[in-house]
Structure formats: structure tokens, C-alpha cells
């Protein structure tokens, strides 16, 4: 009975152990499709970003004055700089290995992830207004050769840029709202662990 007994444990130790594998590659794998979707859309819009960036760069004697030079330079630098930190630091919260450590571990490393992702959001909100801004000009210059501020007093482009402007603000927060609910949504996932 003794020895019957011994194997009924060494058994359930085993399907617990099995069990609790199961659980954490599932976590992981909720916990990854979290980032999943959200990745591919800071990807595509990194190839957009990139390809503007390219095409300012190959236009970019077109800028014949010093503050549209500037505001093409700063262009550039946005469009090349942000979503490369964007897309590194949501990889790094994406490939968090949850099996690697413990529940402790996990949440000191997701909570310095979400800071960055978050951080790098936040100054997102304040520099696409600003990037906006400085675009309009440049591209103008660009495509029709004019520079806005040397043209004629014509509101209608004022008019544009303004509306766009609130929709660009009022866009980057509802962005924003969105990332802290998928890094609180993640977060959740984590915690479930501790259950």
C-alpha cells in the first residue's frame, strides 16, 4: 500500500509539474499577443516614417532658407529616431520571457519595460504637434515649391493646418490612452500568475 501509495504521488508531482509548464507557456503566450498587433502597426508605420524620411532627405536642396533647412533636419531626425526607439522598446516588452524568472523578477522587469514604452509615448504626444507643425512647411516646399511664410496672406492653408492640428492632439492622447490600457491589460496576464 506504502509503495502504491509513493508511485500515486511521484505521479501527481509529475502532472503538476506538467500542469504548471502548460500555465506558463499559455501566460506567455497571452502575454506576448498582447504586443503582437500593436508591434505590426509600430512597424508599419515605421516604414512609412522611414520612407518619408528618405524621400526629405532626397529633397532636401529644395529647403533654400535656413528655418526650412532646420525644420527639414528636424523632420528627419524625428522621423528616423522616435519609432526606432518605439519599436525597440516594444520588443523588449513583447519578448519578456516569463519562464526565466520569478513572479518577483517578471514584474520588476515589466514595470521598467512599461516605463520606457510609456515614456516614449508620452513624448510622442508632445512632439507630434510640434512635428506637424514643422512638416507643413518643408513639405510644401517640396511638392510646390513655396514657402508659407513668404507667400501671400491666404487663410485657407492657417485654416488646415489648425483643425488638423487639434485632430493631431487629439489623436496622439486617444493613442496614448491606448498603449496604458494594452500595458495595463498585459500587466493583468502577469498577475494572473500570482493566483
Given amino acids: 500500500m506504502k509503495t502504491l501509495w509513493q508511485e500515486m504521488s511521484v505521479k501527481v508531482e509529475k502532472q503538476q509539474i506538467v500542469t504548471d509548464q502548460l500555465i506558463m507557456q499559455m501566460t506567455q503566450q497571452k502575454y506576448s499577443n498582447k504586443f503582437s498587433k500593436l508591434f505590426m502597426y509600430e512597424a508599419s508605420g515605421a516604414v512609412v516614417c522611414y520612407i518619408m524620411a528618405v524621400f526629405m532627405l532626397v529633397n532636401i536642396g529644395k529647403l533654400d532658407t535656413w528655418y526650412l533647412l532646420t525644420f527639414g533636419i528636424l523632420c528627419v531626425a524625428f522621423l528616423v529616431i522616435l519609432p526606432f526607439f518605439t519599436l525597440q522598446s516594444l ?97 493583468n496576464v502577469l498577475n494572473e500568475l500570482d493566483e
Fill in 91 to 187: 520588443n523588449r516588452i513583447k519578448r519578456l520571457q516569463i519562464s526565466n524568472y520569478n513572479y518577483k523578477e517578471i514584474l520588476v522587469r515589466f514595470a521598467k519595460s512599461k516605463k520606457r514604452v510609456l515614456l516614449l509615448q508620452r513624448l510622442g504626444l508632445y512632439i507630434s504637434p510640434l512635428f506637424f507643425l514643422i512638416v507643413i512647411p518643408v513639405m510644401n516646399k517640396m511638392f510646390n515649391n513655396k514657402d508659407m511664410f513668404q507667400s501671400g496672406a491666404n487663410a485657407f492653408p492657417w485654416v488646415f493646418v489648425s483643425v488638423f492640428f487639434v485632430f493631431i492632439i487629439l489623436f496622439s492622447r486617444w493613442g496614448y490612452g491606448w498603449y496604458k490600457n494594452m500595458t495595463k491589460s498585459a500587466e
